[in-house]
């Protein structure tokens, strides 16, 4: 049986950081934790990531699908976001919260009876920008043991010179979300904030001095990140001994899945079994 316990803690913003901690009862082996992270314009309970976390935690992982602060729903049903909230939200703050959660991960277990299950080590699993998020907290954490990135981003500066220019002149960049109906805002602190992940803080930069078993998995038919990515991603990984890559042909972005999730589907269940494989061993 799998239990569910809701993680949730005061952040640096004085915002409320949360996490579903996914649970074997009848584990009684210690294991590593999994900390799942979602991409952009996503929350902990989209689509697969359930699923996912349950397939997890019944191979023996604790799992965990953590939720940003500024990613509050006003609808759940259609999927709309608080958009004074989400406006204000950056990738350094996603990756500030990520590595948090991380450093209060002992506490919480100790204090849920959940310490003698968890060996102490992190693996990492993000998906889109998520991906890109995970690189970084690998990069930065120690405790973190492999990481594997689904449709990564492979740089965190991923808009033209034209958008950039046009989102710095009115302050805000404004669009609307095709799968939602949503009009999404973002204020010019998200641009300004991506535009400083270059040099040493760059995504290339962190992969290449990663040093954990890694694997990088992409979609064949992914529309919103190209499968180039992975080739990015994986040439400048440093020790190929190190890393595994696979495309996974007919798949979109969204592994071929909605929200809400209904049903499992031969790509997810592909990724889903060679994630615990690779985690396994």
Request: hydrophobic letters at 40%; glycine letters at 4%; a negative charge.
């Amino acid at each position: 049986m799998i239990e569910i316990q809701k993680f949730s803690f005061e952040n640096n913003i004085k915002e409320i950081t949360s996490c579903d901690i996914y649970c074997s009862k009848n584990n009684d082996v210690k294991t590593p934790f999994v900390l799942l992270l979602h991409g952009f314009r996503a929350f902990n309970t989209w689509g697969f990531f359930p699923y996912f976390a349950t397939r997890l935690a019944e191979s023996g992982f604790i799992a965990g699908c953590l939720d940003f602060s500024l990613n509050t729903l006003l609808d759940k049903e259609k999927q709309w976001f608080d958009m004074d909230r989400f406006r204000k939200n950056t990738v350094t703050q996603m990756i500030t919260e990520s590595k948090m959660l991380i450093s209060n991960l002992e506490h919480f277990f100790k204090s849920n009876n959940l310490i003698n299950k968890w060996n102490g080590e992190i693996y990492l699993l993000g998906h889109s920008l998520g991906g890109a998020l995970a690189i970084a907290v690998a990069d930065s954490v120690n405790t973190v043991k492999k990481l594997v990135t689904i449709c990564s981003i492979s740089d965190i500066d991923i808009y033209t010179i034209r958008q950039k220019e046009k989102w710095e002149s009115l302050g805000y960049k404004e669009f609307i979300d095709t799968n939602t109906g949503q009009n999404i805002i973002l204020d010019v602190d998200f641009l300004q904030d991506r535009l400083t992940y270059t040099g040493d803080k760059s995504l290339a930069a962190m992969v290449s001095r990663l040093k954990i078993p890694t694997y990088f998995i992409h979609t064949e038919a992914d529309a919103t990140v190209s499968p180039k990515s992975l080739e990015i991603l994986a040439a400048s990984f440093s020790n190929k001994k190190l890393l595994k890559t696979e495309l996974i042909p007919k798949a979109n972005h969204l592994l071929n899945c909605e929200h809400p999730f209904e049903e499992t589907n031969f790509a997810l269940e592909h990724i889903i079994n060679n994630v615990i494989l690779f985690y396994d061993n």
